[in-house]
């Protein structure tokens, strides 16, 4: 590698001075917890039968999340008693390819997640497209997977604002997304707690 190379690369990390003045970090991430509290509002009246009789016990714990462009700050994770098992959803964040956030759900039997999603979106599978240049004698293959914030992009363009819902992300290998109901939500908390 040469010195011209390493210089390059430098300089392809800086932050773009016009997507830093385009963005406004601090109302992303008031916008991401604001998102996080709704859900939790969600579950808790998900749950409401059974909290109010004293079978299910709803606390939360303030975790401290750091991310790109963001920085550091504080969030609330949810813990869940089921008698003698528990659940933590604890949110990683708001930054990720084509999601508005991220909830991982951790019970006693495995873990799943909830994301915030595009309502139209079906699958967490990115879209590939495969381009096959000829270079020289020999062919090269480049896989070019679509830049999904690119996609939601163009969507909330062709149609106007884009419509985020928390969505229930299936195992591998299918990794469709499940619009969060009361019903979907009570299974997720079974899968994870082997119910």
């Known amino acids: 590698m040469q010195v011209k190379e390493f210089d390059e690369f430098v300089k392809r990390q800086q932050p ?5 003045e385009r963005v406004d970090w601090g109302r992303e991430r008031d916008i991401w917890l604001a998102r996080l509290d709704a859900l939790y509002g969600d579950i808790e009246g998900f749950l409401d039968q059974y909290t109010s009789s004293g079978q299910i016990d709803i606390r939360y714990r303030s975790i401290d999340l750091n991310e790109e462009d ?3 700050y504080q969030a609330r994770q949810m813990i869940l008693r089921i008698g003698r098992q528990e659940v933590d959803m604890v949110p990683a964040g708001t930054r990720f390819i084509g999601f508005k956030g991220l909830v991982d759900v951790i019970g006693s039997a495995g873990k799943s997640s909830l994301v915030l999603a595009n309502r139209d979106r079906q699958s967490a599978l ?19 997977t679509r830049n999904e914030n690119q996609l939601e992009s163009e969507l909330m363009a062709s149609s106007g604002e884009i419509e985020w819902v928390w969505k229930i ?22 899968e994870v707690t082997n119910g």
């Open 70 to 72: 963001i920085g550091s």
């Open 169 to 190: 992300l299936a195992r591998p290998p299918e990794r469709r997304l499940f619009e969060v109901t009361r019903e979907s939500f009570f299974q997720l908390l079974m």
């Open 16 to 20: 773009d001075a016009r997507e830093s």
């Open 126 to 144: 990115p879209q590939v497209t495969i381009h096959i240049p000829a270079v020289g004698p020999k062919t090269r293959q480049l896989i070019e």
